[in-house]
């Protein structure tokens, strides 16, 4: 069975510093893995996905997230917050079309 | 070209009453999905159509919900018998085969109020 556990419910962090949020997945194969963010009142959008190419993933505004397999790990980063990467961010894991999702990181930014 | 959209935006209803909400996937997605947020929540995974095969209903929350999907393309989730705790956004995606694996879009959602 395919789940993901997002280790922190909310993460506080000050403008310009780097951005760390821890996402673990449980699958029983090579797993396709994402990340979606969803700003106050607006819909969930796409940061990146990994899919067995390469193991760092580039995505949208600046994130990245490095799939590890030995550690079982999907954790999204970012060298320097911006006042508007604050909202919640999902982990998500796939088993074909079925898509598991993490309970989400609100993530907070200080001016 | 055009994302998923869902109708209504906003929808208040008396507790009691029956609800239906609209999904219209993109153009060519397989796989339809609807899920449930309530205020400050994750999702909440309700149902999955793919294709032709028989939807997942693992997640549909009591038997005053129900789903369908007309020809493989819009769907419509009911809600009989509103009750306050039905309250919440709810959303629709749609994916598609990107490569490898498929990718999963959402709409706008449905945010409903039971009074």
């Known amino acids: 069975a395919q789940s993901v556990t997002q280790l922190d419910s909310h993460v506080s962090v000050s403008e310009g510093t780097p951005v760390l949020l821890r996402c673990n997945y449980s699958?029983?194969?090579?797993?396709?893995l994402f990340w979606y963010v969803q700003h106050p009142n607006k819909g969930l959008q796409l940061l990146l996905k990994y899919t067995s190419a390469a193991t760092l993933v580039k995505g949208i505004n600046g994130f990245e997230a490095e799939f590890k397999k030995s550690e079982t790990s999907f954790h999204l980063t970012k060298p320097s917050a911006h006042m508007s990467d604050a909202a919640e961010y999902f982990c998500v894991v796939s088993d074909r079309s079925q898509f598991y999702f993490g309970t989400g990181t609100s993530l907070t930014v200080i001016p | 070209g055009a994302g998923v959209s869902q109708s209504p935006s906003n929808k208040v209803t008396e507790k009691g009453k029956d609800v239906e909400l609209r999904c219209d996937p993109i153009?060519?997605?397989?796989?339809l999905y609807w899920y449930r947020q309530s205020l400050g929540q994750g999702l909440e995974f309700l149902i999955y159509f793919q294709g032709n095969s028989a939807p997942d209903k693992s997640g549909l929350p009591s038997d005053r919900f129900s789903a369908e999907r007309t020809g493989g393309s819009v769907s419509t989730l009911t809600i009989q018998r509103t009750q306050q705790e039905d309250s919440a956004v709810y959303l629709c995606?749609?994916?598609?085969?990107?490569?490898?694996?498929?990718?999963?879009?959402f709409g706008p959602g449905t945010r409903l109020t039971v009074t």
């Open positions: 699958s029983s194969y090579s797993p396709s």
């Open positions: 153009s060519g997605h397989t796989a």
């Open positions: 995606a749609s994916s598609y085969l990107a490569g490898s694996s498929y990718e999963q879009y």
